[in-house]
């Protein structure tokens, strides 16, 4: 059983590297991610090709391929904040029977380049977009259905709307930055002076720096603070694998976090929230937006845009699930991923008979 807190770190003939790794303050390396995320694909049991694509701006995007020999149309497949491609491994080997499924690490997150986004908000998110347009072609991807969970399907609208060529279907899994902060909120809703002041100064601070001021505690704290995923991916894992990943994934340089600050109000509002742009793309493209009956993302603005334009705009809810609606109810979502996907191969189908 691997242990969060005893890193299985490799002793070779370098010992001083060795030395070095077993009292840094806090216990990850980028090695320690990648042997997480390889016990995370080996338990999957799918032909995949890994492999990093360069971005125009020279940064480093980590991507699995996996069936890459699938002929239906494939899905690229966009994880939320603070996560990585592993996050999938209940869905990977269902989704991808018979179509490819890309997944990557976003930009600034597990795997991929952690630089410094310069700018104001919307420079950063030009620069997330810039990178999955990048990530895109490198894959040769020219035909393909496009999902997002949370901060992903945040990312993925906002591609769409600027490269639309290529999406012909979208697919949001609680999606996060939709909905804008009303205008009366800081005045009718009554938040304790206490939770403003913590507020206040954890706005100085990056979501995940706990874990790293932490050092060797900080994997306990994963640990203590989300025992919920080793229960929800129980059925794959009886260690803590799922932790070790997480922990790896953001005890690392905060890159992503810091460009997510920039998108981001006090208390989670997104500075531009997407239901201003949300009527930017082509009405070819099928929305379909996913929730989860627990979750706490406002979803009211979806319930507009299906009554607006009903035959663009859909939504699904997931009985049982919260936020994470991917690993809370793995065999539902799944089987209605799926359904999507199959509805819009024979729909596409049909278009190109009759063109």
């Known amino acids: 059983m691997n242990s969060l807190l005893s890193p299985n770190y490799r002793i070779t003939s370098k010992l001083p590297s060795w030395y070095s790794n077993w009292f840094r303050w806090r216990p990850t390396s980028d090695e320690l991610l990648r042997d997480a995320e390889a016990r995370i694909l080996k338990k999957l049991d799918v032909p995949y090709k890994a492999r990093y694509v360069t971005t125009s701006q020279q940064e480093k995007i980590w991507t699995v391929s996996f069936n890459p020999e699938g002929t239906k149309t494939p899905i690229l497949m966009i994880h939320g904040f603070g996560a990585g491609l592993g996050m999938w491994a209940l869905n990977i080997k269902e989704l991808s029977k018979d179509r490819p499924v890309h997944t990557f690490d976003v930009l600034g997150f597990a795997r991929s380049s952690r630089p410094s986004f310069d700018g104001e908000a919307e420079a950063v ?42 999406v012909k279907s979208l697919i949001l899994a ?36 706990g874990i790293r001021v932490a050092g060797p505690l900080g994997p306990s704290l994963v640990r203590r603070f989300r025992p919920d995923l080793e229960r ?57 937006m996913l929730f989860g ?48 996907c199959e509805s819009f191969d024979k729909q596409f189908d049909l278009t190109i008979e009759g063109e």
Request: glycine letters at 6%; one cysteine or more.
């Open 174 to 209: 609680d999606p996060w930055g939709f909905s804008e902060k009303p205008e009366d909120w800081d005045s009718n809703v009554s938040i304790p002076i206490w939770i403003k002041l913590v507020v206040n100064i954890m706005q100085k601070f990056n979501p995940f720096s």
């Open 232 to 288: 929800k991916f129980s059925s794959l894992f009886d260690d803590d694998t799922i932790l070790n990943y997480i922990y790896h994934c953001n005890a690392q340089k905060p890159s992503g976090e810091v460009a997510f600050k920039k998108l981001v109000l006090p208390y989670g509002w997104a500075k531009f929230p997407m239901i201003h742009r949300m009527k930017y793309i082509n009405a070819q493209i099928k929305v379909t």
């Open 293 to 340: 009956s627990h979750s706490w993302i406002d979803n009211s603005m979806t319930e507009q845009m299906v009554k607006e334009h009903p035959n663009q705009f859909s939504t699904y809810t997931i009985s049982g699930a919260g936020h994470h609606v991917y690993a809370d109810q793995p065999q539902y979502f799944n089987s209605v991923m799926t359904g999507i």
């Open 125 to 166: 998110e030009e620069t997330f977009i810039n990178s999955i347009e990048d990530t895109r072609k490198e894959l040769g991807l020219e035909k393909f259905i496009l999902f997002g969970h949370s901060f992903g399907g945040y990312l993925a609208y906002a591609y769409t709307i600027k490269h639309q060529e290529q």
